[in-house]
């Protein structure tokens, strides 16, 4: 048993480890490693006879089979090729799925029963150590259980079938090492942060899937517009990043603990402290949430998400719709307990979900690009993940995490493989009818769709019922002062349940505009997918089959702890169907619209009423909003800082003191001729410095002597610090005696003669020094 | 935990020796100031070790490891500048080899 453990933990931090050391190698074999790779088997061809003569052939045969432009020897131009690449970087995401299949199976399966604790925890190393010894120790530290082993298989799973699909679709590009080295780095921060076990781990990979976000988005970085998206994702995610560190800040002092294990135990110490009212335990939850609202592109800090659309789609499938942006709800989930203690923050974290979700599923029915309407669909999506989280329903909430992760990244690929055909067209007022190009594309799509619109008995269906229902049965909101917003769960039920409608009006939308009617693009396309067919094909495939039949629930249940819910069966089944209802009448209005090649009926209501459609055409202006209310203002500032205080006063100053040193210099210049080289200049002050040092190093030769009556002498040696000293009083050429600086007064007897003493003083540098001193003594 | 904090220093003294020949031989205005954030780390790594020996010895001043800190971001601040001025060297003289700027003699 505890063998066992240990070597589980070594399985858990090789989960992690695998995709780091997949980068580190990639990019060691990307820069210089090729080269040092090659020097080695040089040395060992030429040096060691037999392993010589095994690579050499090995070369031989390798050259032979990868012929090299460059003309590199054969084991390394076969080390630098793009296949080793991708199946390192392949490999690794892999392996750690695999590895957290096997860890599930030995440790956490509810049915064996092994692990009574219900999580396996790997301590790494000590990170943080105080003095104090109250202050307890941050460790880095890894945790898996339910929870986490559910994340890993999205991270991993979801990953893995998204690499499989970037070597098809990344095939051509230039930057084909360098996105696969960024994508493990996203894997690898993914699965800290989702298998952190304190927050302040979490907070790395929070970053980390931040910095890859960044870096993914920008991938193409030359273009102007695609370098500003990265930008915005990044900026706009420092504010919400701002208030986790505050959240976590605010945990830290009151509960002396960042461990999940500690805080929840600790609970009461948060919960009882209060500033103004207001317990720390809301302040905190409050400012975590407003991380997840950053990273989980939640109104008012969701217009990052729209712009990240730039990258390439695989980025969009993976960081932006199945993996990064959730971790703002497994953030929520992961600490329960805390916002349990305080239901009004969960009444807010519903409340901006269902915000998020109604608002952005409005957006989405007008939107023209492919690839935008599915990201405001994802924003609807995390609302409806954040409306679950905020009635209690956890559960459901990371059940519809998976579920979504599953059909969007579905779409997502669907998308990429339509606009990779189409050659970069991503608009779909421009396409059309291809559904007679793709069959397989076109059913993969279709599935999805009716996941995402919640179609029984698709994933999507369980997962979004389950979030519906609870929201009506929720009791969470009565808690709230003497229960006066018990109708907020009404409100979030009828949120959804609208959100629903328009879901399904705007995917059959898309649905209809992309796959059906005729064909709208003007270019010959041959309808076969170029190189890596099945690389593309396949994820498509496993991610629609997931999408349709992925709605397992049963290996979810109890994996997190939850209120209760008052469900009633008779009532639950009237919702249920009501939902199904609404969300198919939604996908038969935008049937009968869109049906028509015309487009007249929609024609009829965007001229009809003209500044509804443009409202929501442009997005209901939120980012010109930002624009004016925050940007320009802060130019503005900016501006006005940079013209006085910057330029006038701390560069008048600056620039004072260049002058006043060129002045001085001025004088210098005509008394001493130099070359005009800062560095000699150096140079010269490093010689001159090392002069001093010596200086100082020389040994002090500052000796006193006094003679007594009966013919001793005291010497007095310098009692510096480190120094030793030998003497030598009849100089017959032998020490007499050895002191050091503790002992800094010497007695000797002399009878009356001539002497020459010799003293030897080494300074604590080492240095040193012969002194003499003659001494006569008359009778 | 025995350890030999001479380790520690030796390998400041490298690290500030190795800072200061990259800065005086090195000709690229971007290494030059490389090389100055290490001869930085070097004698922040020496203020560290010091104050831990101290520690060791009874102390409970953190004086050391707050002053590094401080030092730190003096550091980085002087790279901001020192960057922004590589740009204006490179902007002015269309160079960053450091022998090109000889001005000083005119």
């Not at chain 1, 109250?134 to 986490?148: G, M, Q």
Request: charged share 15%.
């Amino acid at each position: 048993m505890e063998e066992r453990i240990y070597v589980g933990e070594w399985a858990l931090s090789l989960i992690i480890l695998l995709p780091l050391s997949g980068v580190i190698l990639n990019s060691f074999l990307l820069s210089w490693g090729g080269y040092i790779l090659d020097l080695i088997f040089r040395w060992i061809i030429n040096r060691v006879r037999l392993l010589g003569l095994f690579f050499k052939s090995v070369d031989k045969l390798l050259s032979k089979k990868y012929p090299d432009r460059e003309k590199l020897p054969g084991i390394r131009s076969f080390l630098l090729r793009d296949e080793v690449l991708t199946s390192v970087s392949l490999g690794v995401v892999f392996t750690s799925f695999l590895l957290g299949l096997v860890l599930w199976i030995f440790h956490l399966n509810p049915l064996l029963e092994q692990n009574p604790q219900g999580f396996i925890k790997c301590l790494l190393w000590n990170w943080v150590i105080f003095n104090d010894e109250n202050t307890p120790i941050i460790e880095v530290a890894f945790r898996f259980d339910r929870l986490s082993f559910i994340m890993i298989m999205v991270v991993t799973g979801v990953g893995f079938l998204i690499h499989l699909y970037s070597v098809g679709y990344m095939g051509s590009d230039k930057g084909y090492r360098r996105f696969f080295i960024y994508m493990n780095l996203f894997i690898f921060f993914m699965l800290v942060l989702v298998m952190a076990d304190n927050l302040l781990v979490m907070f790395i990979g929070w970053e980390g899937v931040g910095l890859c976000s960044y870096l993914l988005i920008g991938f193409w970085y030359s273009q102007s517009t695609n370098a500003q998206a990265a930008k915005k994702a990044f900026i706009i995610n420092r504010i919400g990043d701002a208030g986790f560190i505050i959240g976590m800040l605010i945990i830290a002092y009151a509960t002396n603990s960042l461990e999940w294990v500690e805080i929840e135990k600790r609970l009461n110490q948060l919960t009882n402290l209060k500033i103004g009212g207001i317990s720390l335990s809301a302040l905190a939850s409050l400012a975590l949430f407003l991380g997840a609202i950053g990273k989980s592109a939640q109104f008012p800090l969701y217009v990052w998400l729209p712009d990240a659309m730039v990258g390439p789609t695989p980025v969009s499938a993976l960081i932006h719709a199945a993996t990064m942006v959730t971790v703002g709800v497994y953030m929520v989930v992961r600490l329960n307990f805390l916002y349990l203690s305080t239901p009004s923050v969960l009444a807010i974290v519903g409340g901006i979900g269902a915000g998020s979700a109604l608002f952005s599923a409005i957006i989405a029915t007008t939107q023209n690009d492919i690839k935008k309407v599915l990201a405001y669909s994802t924003i609807s999506q995390l609302g409806y993940m954040f409306i679950g989280v905020g009635v209690g329903a956890f559960t459901g909430a990371i059940f519809h995490l998976v579920t979504h992760s599953f059909f969007k990244a579905c779409l997502f690929l669907c998308a990429g493989v339509i606009t990779y055909a189409l050659k970069g067209i991503q608009d779909i007022r421009y396409m059309g009818g291809i559904k007679r190009g793709l069959p397989l594309i076109y059913w993969s799509f279709f599935s999805a769709t009716l996941a995402i619109m919640g179609i029984p008995p698709t994933s999507g269906f369980f997962s979004k019922d389950d979030i519906i229902v609870k929201a009506y049965f929720t009791q969470l909101y009565s808690k709230i002062g003497d229960g006066e917003f018990s109708w907020l769960s009404n409100l979030y039920f009828v949120i959804g349940v609208v959100t629903s409608f328009i879901t399904s009006f705007y995917m059959i939308r898309l649905f209809m505009l992309v796959f059906e009617g005729k064909e709208k693009f003007r270019r010959n396309i041959s309808w076969q997918l170029h190189n890596g067919g099945f690389s593309m094909l396949f994820p498509i495939l496993v991610l629609a089959f997931l999408s349709i039949f992925g709605g397992v629930k049963e290996w979810l249940e109890g994996a997190i702890p939850e209120p209760e819910f008052r469900v009633i069966p008779s009532k639950e089944i009237y919702i249920v169907i009501l939902s199904i209802i609404i969300s198919i009448s939604g996908a038969y209005l935008a049937y009968t619209l869109y049906r028509e090649p015309s487009l007249k009926k929609v024609r009829f209501f965007s001229t009809q009423f003209p500044f509804l459609y443009r409202l929501v055409y442009n997005r209901f202006w939120i980012d010109e909003l930002f624009d004016l209310v925050i940007v320009r203002p802060m130019r503005f500032l900016a501006n006005l800082l940079y013209k006085f205080i910057e330029s006038l006063l701390i560069d008048g100053l600056v620039n004072l003191l260049g002058y006043l040193t060129l002045g001085i210099s001025e004088i210098f210049r005509l008394i001493l001729h130099g070359n005009g080289k800062l560095q000699r200049y150096v140079a010269y002050i490093t010689i001159g410095f090392l002069v001093v040092v010596l200086y100082l190093g020389y040994p002090v030769t500052d000796i006193q002597a006094e003679m007594d009556t009966v013919g001793g002498l005291y010497i007095r040696l310098p009692a510096y610090p480190g120094y030793k000293f030998k003497l030598d009083f009849d100089g017959d050429g032998r020490w007499d005696e050895e002191v050091d600086f503790k002992t800094p007064t010497v007695y000797h007897k002399f009878n009356p003669g001539i002497y020459n003493i010799k003293i030897e003083i080494t300074s604590n540098w080492g240095l040193k020094v012969l002194k003499n001193i003659r001494l006569e003594l008359e009778e | 935990m025995a350890i030999d904090y001479g380790l520690y220093l030796i390998v400041a003294v490298m690290l500030f020796i190795i800072g200061a020949i990259g800065f005086i031989i090195r000709r690229n205005l971007l290494i030059v100031l490389m090389s100055l954030e290490l001869m930085f780390n070097g004698a922040n790594l020496a203020i560290v070790t010091f104050n831990k020996i101290w520690l060791l010895k009874g102390s409970s001043q953190l004086d050391g490891h707050i002053f590094v800190l401080v030092n730190i971001a003096t550091a980085t601040v002087e790279l901001a500048i020192g960057l922004a001025i590589a740009v204006l060297v490179y902007r002015t003289f269309s160079t960053t080899k450091t022998d090109a700027l000889d001005k000083l003699k005119k």
